[in-house]
Protein backbone atom coordinates (compact mmCIF):
# COMPACT_ATOMS: atom_id res chain seq x y z
CA UNK A 1 0.00 0.00 0.00
CA UNK A 2 1.73 3.04 -0.71
CA UNK A 3 1.65 6.79 1.24
CA UNK A 4 -0.77 8.14 -0.63
CA UNK A 5 -3.55 5.14 -0.62
CA UNK A 6 -2.45 4.83 3.18
CA UNK A 7 -3.25 8.28 3.99
CA UNK A 8 -6.60 8.54 1.89
CA UNK A 9 -7.44 5.00 4.08
CA UNK A 10 -6.64 6.62 7.49
CA UNK A 11 -8.07 10.06 6.89
CA UNK A 12 -10.94 8.59 5.09
CA UNK A 13 -11.94 6.54 8.89
CA UNK A 14 -11.39 9.10 11.23
CA UNK A 15 -13.24 12.10 9.76
CA UNK A 16 -16.40 9.07 8.89
CA UNK A 17 -15.77 8.09 12.27
CA UNK A 18 -15.86 11.93 13.39
CA UNK A 19 -18.99 12.88 12.06
CA UNK A 20 -21.18 9.21 12.86
CA UNK A 21 -20.00 10.06 16.52
CA UNK A 22 -21.35 13.63 15.98
CA UNK A 23 -24.75 12.97 13.97
CA UNK A 24 -25.42 9.69 16.45
CA UNK A 25 -25.34 12.24 19.76
CA UNK A 26 -27.58 14.83 17.45
CA UNK A 27 -30.12 12.68 16.75
CA UNK A 28 -30.02 11.64 20.77
CA UNK A 29 -30.30 14.78 21.83
CA UNK A 30 -33.29 15.31 19.72
CA UNK A 31 -35.06 12.65 20.75
CA UNK A 32 -34.54 13.38 24.54
CA UNK A 33 -35.86 16.88 23.85
CA UNK A 34 -38.11 16.94 21.06
CA UNK A 35 -39.96 13.72 22.33
CA UNK A 36 -43.37 15.52 22.39
CA UNK A 37 -43.41 16.39 18.88
CA UNK A 38 -42.05 13.87 17.46
CA UNK A 39 -44.27 10.96 18.94
CA UNK A 40 -47.56 12.99 18.75
CA UNK A 41 -49.13 9.99 17.31
CA UNK A 42 -50.85 7.69 20.10
CA UNK A 43 -51.63 4.66 17.57
CA UNK A 44 -48.15 5.25 15.88
CA UNK A 45 -44.88 6.41 17.61
CA UNK A 46 -43.01 8.02 14.79
CA UNK A 47 -39.10 9.07 15.60
CA UNK A 48 -38.13 10.51 13.00
CA UNK A 49 -34.96 7.97 12.36
CA UNK A 50 -33.34 10.13 9.27
CA UNK A 51 -30.59 11.13 11.22
CA UNK A 52 -30.01 7.89 12.70
CA UNK A 53 -29.71 6.64 9.46
CA UNK A 54 -27.26 8.67 8.25
CA UNK A 55 -25.35 8.16 10.85
CA UNK A 56 -25.18 4.47 10.54
CA UNK A 57 -24.12 5.23 6.92
CA UNK A 58 -20.97 7.21 8.02
CA UNK A 59 -19.97 3.84 10.45
CA UNK A 60 -20.15 1.72 7.19
CA UNK A 61 -17.70 4.19 5.52
CA UNK A 62 -15.29 3.28 8.29
CA UNK A 63 -15.75 -0.14 8.52
CA UNK A 64 -15.31 0.17 5.18
CA UNK A 65 -11.75 1.63 5.36
CA UNK A 66 -10.69 -0.50 7.53
CA UNK A 67 -11.64 -3.21 5.51
CA UNK A 68 -9.45 -1.49 2.79
CA UNK A 69 -6.59 -1.27 5.08
CA UNK A 70 -6.84 -5.18 6.16
CA UNK A 71 -6.94 -5.92 2.56
CA UNK A 72 -3.66 -4.10 1.74
CA UNK A 73 -1.96 -5.30 5.00
CA UNK A 74 -2.48 -8.72 4.40
CA UNK A 75 -2.55 -9.00 0.67
CA UNK A 76 -5.79 -10.08 0.11
CA UNK A 77 -7.02 -7.26 -1.92
CA UNK A 78 -7.54 -8.92 -5.29
CA UNK A 79 -9.13 -11.90 -4.04
CA UNK A 80 -12.98 -12.93 -4.59
CA UNK A 81 -13.57 -12.39 -0.55
CA UNK A 82 -12.43 -9.12 -0.74
CA UNK A 83 -14.63 -7.78 -3.84
CA UNK A 84 -17.46 -9.75 -1.32
CA UNK A 85 -16.97 -7.41 1.63
CA UNK A 86 -16.05 -4.75 -0.65
CA UNK A 87 -19.68 -4.87 -2.35
CA UNK A 88 -21.58 -6.01 0.99
CA UNK A 89 -20.37 -2.62 2.78
CA UNK A 90 -21.67 -0.89 -0.80
CA UNK A 91 -25.09 -2.68 -0.05
CA UNK A 92 -25.24 -1.67 3.49
CA UNK A 93 -24.30 2.66 2.75
CA UNK A 94 -26.96 2.02 0.23
CA UNK A 95 -29.29 1.26 2.47
CA UNK A 96 -28.86 3.66 4.86
CA UNK A 97 -28.57 6.34 2.91
CA UNK A 98 -32.15 5.17 0.94
CA UNK A 99 -34.05 4.32 4.73
CA UNK A 100 -32.76 8.20 5.36
CA UNK A 101 -34.50 9.74 2.54
CA UNK A 102 -37.74 7.76 3.91
CA UNK A 103 -37.53 10.25 6.65
CA UNK A 104 -36.93 13.53 4.03
CA UNK A 105 -39.77 15.67 4.19
CA UNK A 106 -38.48 17.35 0.79
CA UNK A 107 -37.82 14.08 -0.32
CA UNK A 108 -39.15 12.78 -3.91
CA UNK A 109 -42.80 11.64 -3.27
CA UNK A 110 -42.08 7.92 -4.00
CA UNK A 111 -39.48 7.91 -1.16
CA UNK A 112 -40.85 9.85 1.52
CA UNK A 113 -42.60 7.64 3.93
CA UNK A 114 -43.42 5.24 1.09
CA UNK A 115 -42.94 1.78 2.86
CA UNK A 116 -43.50 0.24 -0.70
CA UNK A 117 -41.65 1.94 -3.10
CA UNK A 118 -38.46 1.62 -0.39
CA UNK A 119 -38.92 -2.47 -0.10
CA UNK A 120 -38.75 -1.99 -3.82
CA UNK A 121 -35.29 -0.29 -4.21
CA UNK A 122 -34.01 -2.24 -1.40
CA UNK A 123 -34.41 -5.29 -3.31
CA UNK A 124 -33.16 -3.45 -6.44
CA UNK A 125 -30.08 -2.72 -4.48
CA UNK A 126 -29.67 -6.15 -3.16
CA UNK A 127 -30.13 -7.55 -7.04
CA UNK A 128 -27.59 -4.99 -8.15
CA UNK A 129 -25.18 -5.89 -5.71
CA UNK A 130 -25.41 -9.77 -6.45
CA UNK A 131 -25.07 -9.30 -10.22
CA UNK A 132 -22.29 -7.21 -9.45
CA UNK A 133 -20.65 -10.10 -7.49
CA UNK A 134 -21.63 -12.65 -10.50
CA UNK A 135 -19.76 -10.47 -12.75
CA UNK A 136 -16.90 -10.24 -10.66
CA UNK A 137 -16.31 -13.84 -10.07
CA UNK A 138 -16.65 -14.43 -14.02
CA UNK A 139 -14.97 -11.62 -15.20
CA UNK A 140 -12.73 -10.19 -11.99
CA UNK A 141 -10.93 -7.28 -12.74
CA UNK A 142 -10.29 -7.92 -16.28
CA UNK A 143 -11.61 -4.41 -18.61
CA UNK A 144 -13.20 -3.94 -21.48
CA UNK A 145 -11.85 -0.98 -23.53
CA UNK A 146 -10.13 0.11 -20.10
CA UNK A 147 -13.74 -0.16 -18.69
CA UNK A 148 -14.11 -2.27 -15.71
CA UNK A 149 -17.23 -4.43 -16.37
CA UNK A 150 -17.86 -5.73 -12.95
CA UNK A 151 -17.80 -2.19 -11.43
CA UNK A 152 -21.03 -0.67 -13.53
CA UNK A 153 -24.15 -2.23 -12.40
CA UNK A 154 -22.59 -0.53 -9.04
CA UNK A 155 -22.19 3.11 -10.82
CA UNK A 156 -25.52 2.87 -12.47
CA UNK A 157 -27.09 2.58 -9.06
CA UNK A 158 -24.96 5.26 -7.00
CA UNK A 159 -25.98 7.49 -9.88
CA UNK A 160 -29.81 6.61 -8.99
CA UNK A 161 -29.10 7.05 -4.84
CA UNK A 162 -26.70 9.97 -5.75
CA UNK A 163 -30.49 11.34 -7.43
CA UNK A 164 -32.37 11.20 -4.72
CA UNK A 165 -29.94 12.21 -2.37
CA UNK A 166 -29.21 15.44 -4.20
CA UNK A 167 -33.33 16.33 -5.10
CA UNK A 168 -33.55 16.10 -1.35
CA UNK A 169 -31.16 17.90 0.30
CA UNK A 170 -31.57 20.54 -2.44
CA UNK A 171 -35.21 21.18 -1.17
CA UNK A 172 -34.43 20.43 2.10
CA UNK A 173 -32.06 23.31 2.38
CA UNK A 174 -33.97 25.44 -0.44
CA UNK A 175 -36.90 24.96 1.98
CA UNK A 176 -35.16 26.40 5.26
CA UNK A 177 -33.69 29.69 3.77
CA UNK A 178 -30.54 28.19 3.28
CA UNK A 179 -30.36 28.58 -0.98
CA UNK A 180 -26.20 28.65 -0.98
CA UNK A 181 -26.26 25.47 0.95
CA UNK A 182 -29.05 24.10 -1.53
CA UNK A 183 -26.55 24.68 -4.33
CA UNK A 184 -23.43 23.78 -2.70
CA UNK A 185 -25.21 20.25 -1.55
CA UNK A 186 -26.23 19.80 -5.67
CA UNK A 187 -22.10 20.34 -6.22
CA UNK A 188 -20.64 18.37 -3.48
CA UNK A 189 -23.03 15.01 -4.67
CA UNK A 190 -21.99 15.75 -7.94
CA UNK A 191 -18.50 15.66 -7.41
CA UNK A 192 -19.25 12.57 -4.87
CA UNK A 193 -20.29 10.86 -7.86
CA UNK A 194 -18.05 11.91 -10.50
CA UNK A 195 -15.24 10.20 -8.22
CA UNK A 196 -16.53 6.74 -8.53
CA UNK A 197 -16.21 7.37 -12.33
CA UNK A 198 -12.20 6.13 -12.20
CA UNK A 199 -13.68 2.27 -10.77
CA UNK A 200 -15.20 2.29 -14.00
CA UNK A 201 -12.88 3.67 -16.53
CA UNK A 202 -9.68 3.19 -15.81
CA UNK A 203 -8.45 5.77 -18.03
CA UNK A 204 -8.80 8.49 -15.30
CA UNK A 205 -6.91 6.27 -12.75
CA UNK A 206 -5.00 8.95 -10.60
CA UNK A 207 -4.00 8.34 -7.13
CA UNK A 208 -3.64 11.43 -5.90
CA UNK A 209 -6.30 13.49 -7.75
CA UNK A 210 -8.62 10.87 -7.02
CA UNK A 211 -7.65 10.33 -3.60
CA UNK A 212 -8.37 13.86 -2.54
CA UNK A 213 -11.35 14.61 -4.56
CA UNK A 214 -12.96 11.58 -2.52
CA UNK A 215 -11.50 13.01 0.79
CA UNK A 216 -12.83 16.41 -0.04
CA UNK A 217 -16.09 15.03 -1.62
CA UNK A 218 -17.24 12.89 1.54
CA UNK A 219 -15.84 16.18 4.75
CA UNK A 220 -18.02 18.20 2.59
CA UNK A 221 -20.88 15.80 2.49
CA UNK A 222 -20.59 15.12 6.67
CA UNK A 223 -20.83 18.97 6.58
CA UNK A 224 -23.63 18.98 5.10
CA UNK A 225 -25.23 16.33 7.23
CA UNK A 226 -23.97 18.17 10.14
CA UNK A 227 -25.87 21.32 8.92
CA UNK A 228 -29.09 19.60 7.81
CA UNK A 229 -29.29 18.37 11.77
CA UNK A 230 -29.04 21.84 12.87
CA UNK A 231 -31.12 22.84 10.76
CA UNK A 232 -33.59 20.41 11.69
CA UNK A 233 -33.19 21.33 15.23
CA UNK A 234 -34.04 25.05 14.71
CA UNK A 235 -37.01 24.14 12.84
CA UNK A 236 -37.78 21.25 15.82
CA UNK A 237 -37.73 24.12 17.82
CA UNK A 238 -39.54 26.43 15.75
CA UNK A 239 -42.64 24.02 15.45
CA UNK A 240 -45.51 24.46 17.38
CA UNK A 241 -46.85 22.05 20.00
CA UNK A 242 -49.96 20.57 19.12
CA UNK A 243 -51.75 21.18 21.84
CA UNK A 244 -51.47 24.86 22.02
CA UNK A 245 -52.96 25.74 18.74
CA UNK A 246 -56.44 26.01 18.13
CA UNK A 247 -58.79 26.47 15.41
CA UNK A 248 -62.51 27.75 15.15
CA UNK A 249 -65.07 27.91 12.14
CA UNK A 250 -66.99 31.05 12.38
CA UNK A 251 -68.47 31.08 9.45
CA UNK A 252 -68.22 30.29 5.67
CA UNK A 253 -65.00 31.60 4.90
CA UNK A 254 -63.87 32.64 7.97
CA UNK A 255 -61.69 30.91 10.57
CA UNK A 256 -60.24 32.23 13.83
CA UNK A 257 -56.80 30.64 14.31
CA UNK A 258 -54.08 30.64 17.47
CA UNK A 259 -50.41 29.16 17.43
CA UNK A 260 -48.67 31.11 20.30
CA UNK A 261 -44.86 30.14 19.41
CA UNK A 262 -45.81 31.44 16.16
CA UNK A 263 -47.04 34.97 17.86
CA UNK A 264 -50.58 34.53 16.12
CA UNK A 265 -53.21 35.20 19.01
CA UNK A 266 -57.04 34.84 18.17
CA UNK A 267 -56.03 35.94 14.09
CA UNK A 268 -59.13 36.08 11.91
CA UNK A 269 -58.39 34.76 8.20
CA UNK A 270 -60.95 35.43 5.77
CA UNK A 271 -60.42 33.41 2.41
CA UNK A 272 -63.09 35.13 0.46
CA UNK A 273 -63.39 33.46 -2.76
CA UNK A 274 -60.73 31.01 -2.08
CA UNK A 275 -63.89 28.44 -1.39
CA UNK A 276 -61.79 24.95 -2.72
CA UNK A 277 -59.06 26.13 0.17
CA UNK A 278 -61.87 26.57 3.23
CA UNK A 279 -63.35 23.45 2.29
CA UNK A 280 -60.65 21.45 2.08
CA UNK A 281 -59.38 22.77 5.57
CA UNK A 282 -62.90 22.07 7.43
CA UNK A 283 -62.88 18.95 6.01
CA UNK A 284 -59.54 18.28 7.85
CA UNK A 285 -61.26 19.54 10.59
CA UNK A 286 -64.63 17.53 10.88
CA UNK A 287 -62.31 13.94 10.45
CA UNK A 288 -59.98 15.17 13.11
CA UNK A 289 -62.69 16.52 15.64
CA UNK A 290 -65.27 14.11 15.40
CA UNK A 291 -63.73 10.69 13.39
CA UNK A 292 -62.49 7.75 14.54
CA UNK A 293 -58.59 7.22 14.57
CA UNK A 294 -59.20 5.80 10.69
CA UNK A 295 -61.55 8.35 9.62
CA UNK A 296 -59.26 11.35 10.67
CA UNK A 297 -56.79 11.30 7.97
CA UNK A 298 -57.77 12.17 3.84
CA UNK A 299 -55.75 10.58 1.24
CA UNK A 300 -53.64 13.57 -0.67
CA UNK A 301 -53.07 11.82 -3.97
CA UNK A 302 -54.77 11.62 -7.73
CA UNK A 303 -57.00 8.79 -6.26
CA UNK A 304 -57.90 10.47 -3.30
CA UNK A 305 -60.49 13.25 -2.02
CA UNK A 306 -57.80 15.76 -2.30
CA UNK A 307 -55.89 15.13 -5.09
CA UNK A 308 -53.22 17.59 -4.91
CA UNK A 309 -50.39 18.10 -2.03
CA UNK A 310 -50.73 21.96 -3.27
CA UNK A 311 -53.81 22.09 -1.99
CA UNK A 312 -52.21 21.35 1.22
CA UNK A 313 -49.60 24.07 0.60
CA UNK A 314 -51.94 26.49 -0.91
CA UNK A 315 -54.19 26.60 2.77
CA UNK A 316 -50.71 27.58 4.51
CA UNK A 317 -50.33 30.29 1.95
CA UNK A 318 -53.59 32.01 1.77
CA UNK A 319 -52.99 32.29 5.50
CA UNK A 320 -49.42 33.68 5.72
CA UNK A 321 -50.62 36.15 2.88
CA UNK A 322 -53.29 37.48 5.00
CA UNK A 323 -51.41 37.57 7.98
CA UNK A 324 -49.45 40.78 8.25
CA UNK A 325 -46.74 41.70 6.33
CA UNK A 326 -44.39 42.09 9.05
CA UNK A 327 -45.32 38.92 10.53
CA UNK A 328 -41.81 37.49 11.51
CA UNK A 329 -43.01 33.67 11.96
CA UNK A 330 -45.33 32.45 8.76
CA UNK A 331 -46.70 29.13 9.20
CA UNK A 332 -45.38 26.24 7.79
CA UNK A 333 -47.58 23.51 6.14
CA UNK A 334 -46.20 20.89 8.84
CA UNK A 335 -47.33 23.02 11.34
CA UNK A 336 -50.85 22.30 10.03
CA UNK A 337 -50.89 19.17 8.82
CA UNK A 338 -49.36 15.73 10.07
CA UNK A 339 -48.37 13.32 7.70
CA UNK A 340 -49.15 9.47 8.56
CA UNK A 341 -47.52 7.73 5.39
CA UNK A 342 -48.98 6.35 2.24
CA UNK A 343 -50.51 9.78 1.27
CA UNK A 344 -52.28 10.48 4.15
CA UNK A 345 -52.50 13.53 6.30
CA UNK A 346 -54.66 14.71 8.84
CA UNK A 347 -55.03 18.06 10.95
CA UNK A 348 -52.30 18.58 14.05
CA UNK A 349 -54.62 20.29 16.29
CA UNK A 350 -56.11 18.55 19.14
CA UNK A 351 -59.72 17.38 18.34
CA UNK A 352 -60.86 19.45 21.81
CA UNK A 353 -59.23 22.93 20.25
CA UNK A 354 -60.90 22.91 16.95
CA UNK A 355 -64.39 24.44 17.14
CA UNK A 356 -66.97 24.41 14.41
CA UNK A 357 -70.46 26.29 14.04
CA UNK A 358 -72.91 23.84 14.30
CA UNK A 359 -74.70 25.22 11.72
CA UNK A 360 -71.90 25.55 9.38
CA UNK A 361 -71.33 22.11 10.08
CA UNK A 362 -75.12 21.11 9.08
CA UNK A 363 -75.03 23.32 6.34
CA UNK A 364 -71.67 22.08 4.75
CA UNK A 365 -72.54 18.43 5.08
CA UNK A 366 -75.66 18.99 3.31
CA UNK A 367 -73.64 19.95 0.24
CA UNK A 368 -70.80 17.75 0.49
CA UNK A 369 -70.72 14.67 -1.18
CA UNK A 370 -69.80 12.44 1.00
CA UNK A 371 -71.42 10.46 3.66
CA UNK A 372 -68.50 10.43 5.99
CA UNK A 373 -69.39 14.39 6.91
CA UNK A 374 -73.50 13.63 7.25
CA UNK A 375 -72.75 10.81 9.00
CA UNK A 376 -70.63 13.17 11.92
CA UNK A 377 -73.01 15.46 11.85
CA UNK A 378 -76.11 13.66 12.51
CA UNK A 379 -73.82 11.82 15.62
CA UNK A 380 -73.66 15.45 16.98
Known amino acids: MTAVTQFHNLAHIFISLIGAILLLAIYYNIRKRFRKILEEEQNQKRVDKG?????????????????????????????????????????????????ALFYFHEAPGFIYKNEKNVRLIVWIIIIVSILTLILSYFYGENQIA???????????????????????????FNHRGLKLVAYISVAVILVMFLSQLPEVFTSLQDEFSNGLIRLISKTSLISLFLLLATSWVI???????????????LDW????????????????????????????????????????????????????????????????????????????????RKDLFTFLG???????????????????????????????YEKLCNSL
Not at 76 to 97: C, H, P, R, T, W
Not at 235 to 249: C, G, I, S, Y
Not at 317 to 323: C, G, K, T, V, Y
Request: glycine fraction near 6%.
Open 342 to 372: EGKYRLRMLPEHIQIDKALLHEFTKSADNQL
Open 235 to 249: ELANTPVANEMELKF
Open 146 to 172: AIRVNAIPDLILSGFLSYLLLVSCFNT
Open 51 to 99: LLFLSLSLFVWVVAGLWSILGHQFSFIEGFGYQIGKYLFSILNNMFILM
Open 253 to 332: SLIQLSIPSKQINNATIEFGSKTTQYKNLLKFAIRRKYGTADDQAILVSSGGEIKNQTYLSRIVENMNDILPADHEFPID
